[in-house]
């Protein structure tokens, strides 16, 4: 018994002794367990990976100072940020000619201006060294990424909970938990069920209850999801499925580089055409184009809408598009979709981006910062649509549009007093090339359909582009960089909806503020347990 102990004991106090590391050494912990987290979450999808980065944090900052604290956050941030969203600066190099010089802001500024929520989380909840370390811990986690998606326009990409949305359907149920408390909801409870290991490190006895609670909380996202999971097995095939729809999504997978040339507009454009011409097993009642799908403004454009209509396909047709308005003040572009009718000399409606993307779609503060956009196209910057709103389509359900980015937002992708039948998100992913966004970009997706309850469709010009039932699953799919047509059914909404999309972030925020509490008494009461 004692020369087993004995190595255990040293272990522990190893362990433990990592808070007392200084300088370079610190730092460069910080950042390469920073690092490991991103592994959790797609393209990796080794979400155990969250344990040893997240444990690792918790001794790291057991009992150091303020400054200490918020320094080691920030690092912890700044690695996992850096190797999570590196391939931001991959639109770059697509005119690297114009934007070389932004390489740097791309590749660790961004990553540097994310990491100060993490300080701020790790400064206030990690640096405990009783039991209730890891209940702060998380509910600062949590705060911290409810602000970060929403401040300054909000960023709320690689959430944690995205580590569940795996393409091999082996966290299927646990990831339907998203229908009850949301992406963030789902994000503390896996940031709690990783960081509650520690308390087999830092306890003094009964150290089995951090593990064992841990264990208990994945049980439970399982067997939750099980239950929900119930309603989608009862249903036949035919049931699931809108009857009278059949979509038909357009994958033309051009690149970048080519996607505004001049010389290259006409050819894409007959691309597109051609795909949409292929023959069908069944006659698609709507036909999709990705975002931008065209380079010019579609409504405007009398010949291309002539040739749409001489193919004679008995389908209403979806397709991102510039828009130009003129206004009083001026014209007025915007980032769009316009519907048309088979014929496509009628516009059954329109949509405009209304979360644009900051540097790429409009330049703020351009009054100091006087620079281009990165987003190339026709006109000048683009105008923020209305909101998201439901159209309303002769022959097809209700649907929400979105485009781009507009679906990482969780709670913010349908009209609350309209709600869709489905959602439609038309996405250029091409700007990032073979990299981890667009298979990140494709794994929230997924989980918005089943916070919303809602089928999601997604049509990108380069990948992935698919048909998500309202349980995340997906019904058929495009690769990335695959030239194609995704040809598919539209599943059924739910049709009450989900707990989350009635409540919105009200879960979350019962959950943080019950946790705050138990880690107060906990704290007052210093148990060690």
Not at 5 to 21: G, Q, V
Not at 492 to 499: M, N
């Amino acid at each position: 018994m004692t020369t087993v102990a004995r190595p255990i004991r040293s272990r522990r106090l190893a362990l433990l002794a990592l808070a007392d590391l200084v300088g370079w050494r610190r730092w460069l912990l910080a950042f390469a367990l920073g690092a490991l987290l991103t592994t959790a979450l797609p393209p990796v999808h080794l979400l155990p990976a969250a344990i040893p980065a997240l444990v690792g944090l918790l001794l790291l900052c057991r009992g150091v100072s303020l400054r200490r604290g918020l320094i080691t956050g920030w690092w912890f941030g700044f690695g996992h940020h850096t190797a999570g969203l590196y391939w931001i600066a991959n639109a770059l190099l697509v005119e690297v000619e114009r934007f070389w010089w932004l390489l740097p802001a791309a590749l660790f500024g961004l990553p540097a201006v994310l990491a100060v929520f993490t300080a701020l989380a790790v400064a206030v909840g990690a640096r405990r060294t009783d039991a209730s370390q890891p209940l702060l811990f998380t509910v600062a986690w949590t705060v911290a990424e409810l602000a970060r998606g929403t401040l300054f326009t909000g960023f709320p990409w690689n959430l944690l909970a995205y580590g569940w949305v795996d393409p091999w359907g082996l966290f299927t149920a646990p990831m339907q938990m998203a229908a009850v408390l949301g992406a963030y909801g789902l994000t503390l409870v896996t940031v709690l069920a990783a960081s509650l290991p520690v308390l087999a490190v830092t306890l003094e006895r009964r150290r089995w209850i951090g593990p064992m609670a841990a264990l208990g909380l994945v049980a439970a996202l399982f067997a939750g999801g099980a239950v929900r999971l119930t309603e989608a097995l009862s249903l036949h095939a035919w049931e699931a499925m809108v009857p009278g729809v059949w979509l038909r999504l357009v994958q033309p997978a051009i690149p970048q580089s080519l996607k505004w040339d001049q010389a290259a507009r006409v050819a894409n454009f007959r691309k597109h055409l051609e795909l949409s011409a292929q023959p069908a097993g069944i006659a698609p009642t709507a036909i999709l184009w990705a975002e931008t799908a065209t380079p010019f403004f579609l409504e405007h454009a009398a010949d291309a809408r002539a040739a749409l209509g001489a193919l004679n396909l008995e389908a209403v047709w979806l397709i991102g598009t510039p828009r130009l308005e003129v206004t009083p003040e001026g014209p007025r572009y915007g980032n769009g979709m316009v519907v048309l009718d088979a014929s496509a000399q009628s516009v059954l409606g329109t949509y405009d981006k209304a979360h644009l993307v900051p540097f790429g779609e409009y330049v703020p503060l351009r009054r100091w910062l006087p620079i281009e956009r990165i987003a190339g196209g026709t006109g000048g910057e683009f105008t923020p649509g209305p909101g998201p709103r439901s159209l309303r389509i002769a022959g097809l359900p209700a649907v929400g549009p979105l485009i781009c980015y507009e679906v990482i937002f969780p709670g913010a992708v349908v009209d609350r007093r309209d709600r869709p039948d489905w959602l439609l998100n038309l996405t250029n992913d091409a700007w990032y090339g073979y990299s981890a966004g667009p298979f990140q970009h494709w794994a929230i997706s997924r989980l918005r359909a089943i916070e919303e309850g809602l089928p999601l469709v997604r049509v990108a010009n380069t990948g992935i582009s698919g048909i998500i039932d309202p349980f995340g699953r997906v019904v058929a799919s495009l690769s990335l960089e695959e030239e194609g047509v995704v040809d598919g059914p539209l599943p059924r909404a739910i049709p009450v909806g989900t707990l989350y999309s009635r409540l919105n972030q009200l879960p979350v925020s019962g959950l943080v503020v019950g946790l705050f509490l138990v880690s107060v008494l906990l704290h007052r009461r210093k148990v060690h347990v």
